[in-house]
């Protein structure tokens, strides 16, 4: 299984690239990482795949993260449970005939149409990385011009994240 | 009271605030307006100008380790505190606690490849604990405490703020903030919860050959007493890595000497056929495991170290403890049972009884000096009480062997980073601390010649450092690699030296030649004397090697032994 880390962080300038850089340096990989806001002002969080299995590498990856200065919490919540998603856009080569086909592909993976052109279509598909996965294997054969994914974005099931000091 | 300050003065108010009594510096440009008031200080701080930006930051470092208080450097923009890569490289390894203050172009030039310009905050950003570059004058106070604040706590380091020469001009009404530091994402660790000291205790009180790692962090958190305390009461050996030298005294019987790729063959062996070891503010670097898929193998280990992130980094421990060493020490003591570990302190004392029989200094054929004997000289010299600042090379493995230390704080060196050229800026630091004790740079004339030009500086601040430059006529440590591992190819490591006794007098400080054994304490007597720095150089035999040796790579007790004093004659 990845490494999911879910990082709280200061969201100051130069931030992402402390980050980025400590994986580079510990010759860490990253798989992906998003980053947006949190529910606290000043606080960025970030999702971080990583392609670390071991428990005790997993740990070092963990407290090295931790112990930046800008970095306030991060949770290793790759057997906890949680809500897992991920989006991708993908263009894909359809006119006319070809639209209902992919309309079709669409609607069996709950995603949907966000651009029509006369000779290509936009396809938005939320969900865990194997429904992209999948999606994106069905709509291959139409001819895909274009596709960007978000990454993977994670939030723990029931119980709130504890801030501070549980890292 | 508010008054109307400008960011230059707001630094200075606040250094003067953190207790700094010396900053090391060298002006330029984009820091003028900081070293400008200056001029307005005179006898609150005192500025030692450096020959180099290096040096300061050395310097800067050398002063902290000598007094456990955060090491001040400053200089320009660009060059400058490019100059002062190696230096925080040094002290990030170390755990070193020095704030640099670096010049800045202006906030409204920045990006735009000015005038001495570097992404200084970019630069260092690997090599720092943190590091700040100060857009708003109104953040300046607040971000020099955080600095010192994040240096001096926790696993100590380097912080750096860069500071553009705007924010350094600006005015505004100013008083010092008093709030209590705030760091949401930044707290020191503790102490040990009841899970691990139960834990430790279960594996200290059931050990039979258990040995005790004491590493930097015994001196950094000044746990010297404590570490005794339960190796006594369990009567359990320790050996020290180099920068745990003088956390343990010397003289003290159950003190093996230092571990590792130099160190005494016993405290390998003892390691590697512990069945647990105790590491104490340590990280396991290469240098002192060896190889780590056979390191120690049948033992368990107990972790206590201030950084989580050196838990379970090069070797899988059994307890790792990520805490305070002194406070998990203070918790754990009073649960230990007193042992005698007699059969396995026997053992060891009949490992060291070899060991000692190939001592090089038994080895007094011939009058040529042995680098080994002219650094046990400056240990006889001075008593042993001396603060030396040793380089990088094979004067500082002999340096580790033969210097006894007996105190805490009184051996300065480059362990992690190994930066040759760290000694004689960093004695020079270190001088402004230590005043009741002989500080000595040990060099080599390979180290010397990278920060030589710090020399005018000593002469001009009359720092009261004594100067022995160990001289072999190589960069030693190489060659001796050159010829155990490479069919003695000497390349690019046979090196020539400046008459270093013209070249002290004509930097103006007293020097002398020392090549006879007996010579060297009554030229120490000469140097002694004189108040101010003074340079020794020691020619040493050449083609003289530092055993025990572990290849790097190899086994931990898979060591080149010293030759056997009457058996195999020293090979020279």
């Not at chain 2, 170290?305 to 090069?314: G, H, P, T």
């Not at chain 2, 403890?321 to 649960?335: F, S, W, Y």
Request: glycine letters at 8%; proline letters at 5%; one cysteine or more.
């Amino acid at each position: 299984m990845k490494q999911t880390l879910i990082a709280l962080v200061e969201d100051k300038p130069g931030v992402l690239n402390r980050i980025a850089s400590l994986f580079r340096r510990r010759n860490f990989n990253i798989e992906s990482l998003t980053v947006g806001h949190s529910e606290t002002p000043g606080v960025s969080r970030m999702t971080i795949v990583t392609d670390e299995e071991e428990l005790l590498r997993r740990n070092v990856i963990r407290s090295n993260l931790y112990k930046m200065v800008n970095v306030i919490d991060v949770h290793d919540v790759t057997e906890t449970p949680c809500v897992v998603r991920e989006t991708a856009l993908i263009k894909i080569k359809a006119d006319g005939a070809m639209r209902g086909q992919v309309m079709d592909v669409a609607e069996m993976y709950r995603a949907r149409i966000v651009d029509v052109a006369t000779e290509t279509l936009i396809v938005e598909v939320t969900g865990e990385s194997e429904k992209i996965e999948s999606c994106i294997g069905v709509l291959e054969p139409f001819g895909i011009l274009e596709i960007m994914r978000t990454g993977k974005i994670a939030m723990t099931r029931g119980t709130v994240m504890p801030r501070n000091g549980s890292a | 009271m508010a008054e109307i300050k400008t960011g230059a003065e707001i630094v200075w108010e606040c250094l003067l605030r953190e207790g700094v009594e010396v900053v090391f510096g060298y002006p330029g440009g984009a820091i003028m307006p900081t070293h400008d008031v200056l001029s307005k200080l005179e006898g609150k701080v005192h500025h030692v100008l450096t020959r180099h930006e290096q040096g300061a930051t050395h310097a800067a470092d050398g002063y902290a380790r000598a007094s456990g208080k955060v090491g001040v450097a400053m200089a320009t923009s660009g060059p400058g505190a490019t100059n002062m890569v190696t230096g925080l490289a040094t002290a990030m390894m170390d755990s070193s606690p020095i704030v640099c203050i670096t010049g800045q172009v202006s906030t409204t030039a920045i990006g735009g490849d000015a005038f001495q310009e570097t992404d200084v905050t970019g630069v260092t950003l690997p090599v720092t604990k943190h590091n700040y570059l100060v857009t708003d004058v109104n953040d300046l106070a607040q971000t020099i405490r955080e600095a010192f604040y994040i240096a001096r706590t926790g696993r100590p380091g380097p912080v750096l703020i860069d500071l553009p020469k705007d924010v350094q001009n600006a005015k505004i009404e100013f008083e010092y903030p008093t709030d209590p530091i705030d760091l949401p994402g930044y707290h020191p660790p503790e102490k040990a919860s009841d899970e691990q000291v139960a834990a430790a205790l279960e594996l200290i009180n059931n050990a039979d050959k258990p040995v005790i790692l004491a590493g930097h962090g015994v001196l950094m958190s000044g746990a010297m007493k404590e570490v005794v305390e339960l190796a006594e009461k369990a009567s359990i050996p320790i050996t020290t890595t180099l920068l745990g030298i003088g956390g343990v005294p010397a003289s003290h019987p159950l003190n093996m000497g230092m571990m590792g790729m130099h160190g005494e063959a016993c405290t390998n062996h003892a390691i590697q056929e512990a069945d647990l070891l105790i590491a104490c503010g340590m990280r396991f670097d290469d240098r002192v495991t060896g190889k780590l898929a056979t390191y120690s193998p049948n033992s368990k280990k107990i972790h206590i170290e201030i950084d989580a992130s050196e838990i379970n980094k090069n070797i899988r421990v059994d307890v790792g403890i990520h805490a305070d060493l002194g406070t998990v020490l203070r918790q754990i003591n009073p649960g230990v049972k007193k042992q005698d570990h007699s059969a396995w302190l026997g053992k060891i004392s009949d490992w060291q009884e070899e060991s000692s029989e190939r001592d090089v200094l038994l080895n007094s054929e011939g009058s040529s000096l042995l680098a080994a004997q002219a650094i046990k000289g400056i240990w006889e010299g001075t008593d042993g009480k001396a603060v030396i600042v040793s380089d990088v090379g094979q004067h500082q493995m002999l340096e580790a062997q033969y210097y006894e230390h007996e105190d805490p704080d009184t051996l300065v060196t480059s362990g992690g980073l190994g930066t040759m050229g760290f000694s004689l800026p960093a004695a020079i630091g270190a001088s402004f601390h230590v005043k009741d004790r002989e500080v000595w740079v040990i060099a080599g004339d390979g180290s010397i010649q990278m920060t030589i030009t710090e020399l005018a500086t000593a002469v001009q601040e009359n720092a009261n450092i004594k100067i022995a430059i160990i001289n072999n006529g190589y960069l030693g440590m190489v060659r001796q690699w050159q010829q155990l591992f490479f069919d003695a190819r000497y390349v690019e490591t046979p090196i020539t030296s400046p008459d270093y006794v013209k070249l002290a007098e004509a930097y103006g400080l007293p020097g002398y030649r020392v090549d006879k054994r007996e010579d060297v304490i009554p030229t120490m007597r000469k140097a002694q004397e004189h108040q101010g720095p003074v340079l020794i150089e020691f020619v040493v035999e050449q083609h003289d090697m530092v055993y025990p040796m572990v290849p790097a790579g190899a086994d931990l007790d898979a060591m080149i032994r010293r030759p056997h004093q009457e058996s195999e004659k020293l090979e020279l």
